[in-house]
T-cell receptor, first 111, second 114 residues
Framework: QQQVKQSPQSLIVQKGGISIINCAYE??????FPWYQQFPGKGPALLIA?????SEKKEGRFTISFNKSAKQFSLHIMDSQPGDSATYFC??????????FGAGTRLFVKA | NAGVTQTPKFQVLKTGQSMTLQCAQD?????MSWYRQDPGMGLRLIHY???????DQGEVPNGYNVSRSTTEDFPLRLLSAAPSQTSVYFC?????????????FGPGTRLLVL
């Protein structure tokens, strides 16, 4: 299976709260899991990525949690800010496979 | 570096018309691809190229044509536009196309087919 399932479709969070977006994959051959951030009118841009040899990766307020046995990974945005309002895509790839994207999550952070 | 550039930014077509969406990159990337983005469906791969002269189909290739005559350019042609092709189109590039690399996206072309 090549699908990457992403939830929720949309998310509203208060300023200062934690935003959590979840993704699940089927193909155990995937070994690279990036998250892309897209602002309105712009193209997606890499935000943070993880490989399955670690269970967590943190960059500033953004953290990826990875559960290899459950084939799930999630993005946590701590202290969410209005400037974080964007669409977030999870993705999965490997050396032999094209990157597969999730359906996207529209995040709105209320001031 | 300009990165990945796309033209036009916005286009309105009538059903049956043809047009070419332009994409160029200045990062000397071998791999280039076209995606379409529709609400609730994420980014779907249309066509891709692993180098000049080499192209292949992605997930949703019907109604689109591509060619890659140079490393820098990867145009997408709509042969006979249909309302179902109303979408936002993104061009992307990466060093070699392997799924473990960052993809760099252009700003997109919004297409409306009436």
């Amino acid at each position: 299976q090549q699908q990457v399932k992403q939830s929720p479709q949309s998310l509203i969070v208060q300023k200062g709260g934690i935003s959590i977006i979840n993704c699940a994959y089927e193909n155990t051959a995937f070994d690279y899991f990036p998250w892309y951030q897209q602002f309105p009118g712009k193209g997606p841009a890499l935000l943070i990525a993880i490989r399955p040899d670690v269970s967590e990766k943190k960059e500033g307020r953004f953290t990826i949690s990875f559960n290899k046995s459950a084939k799930q990974f999630s993005l946590h945005i701590m202290d969410s800010q209005p400037g974080d309002s964007a669409t977030y895509f999870c993705a999965a790839g490997s050396g032999g496979f094209k990157t597969i994207f999730g359906a996207g999550t529209r995040l709105f952070v209320k001031a | 570096n300009a990165g990945v550039t796309q033209t036009p930014k916005f286009q309105v077509l009538k059903t049956g018309q043809s047009m070419t969406l332009q994409c160029a990159q200045d990062m000397n990337h071998e791999y280039m691809s076209w995606y379409r983005q529709d609400p609730g469906m994420g980014l779907r791969l249309i066509h891709y190229s692993v180098g000049a002269g080499i192209t292949d189909q992605g997930e949703v290739p019907n109604g689109y044509n591509v060619s890659r005559s140079t490393t820098e350019d990867f145009p997408l042609r709509l042969l006979s536009a249909a309302p179902s092709q109303t979408s936002v189109y993104f061009c992307a590039s990466s060093s070699s196309g392997r799924g473990q690399e960052t993809q760099y996206f252009g700003p997109g072309t919004r297409l409306l087919v009436l």
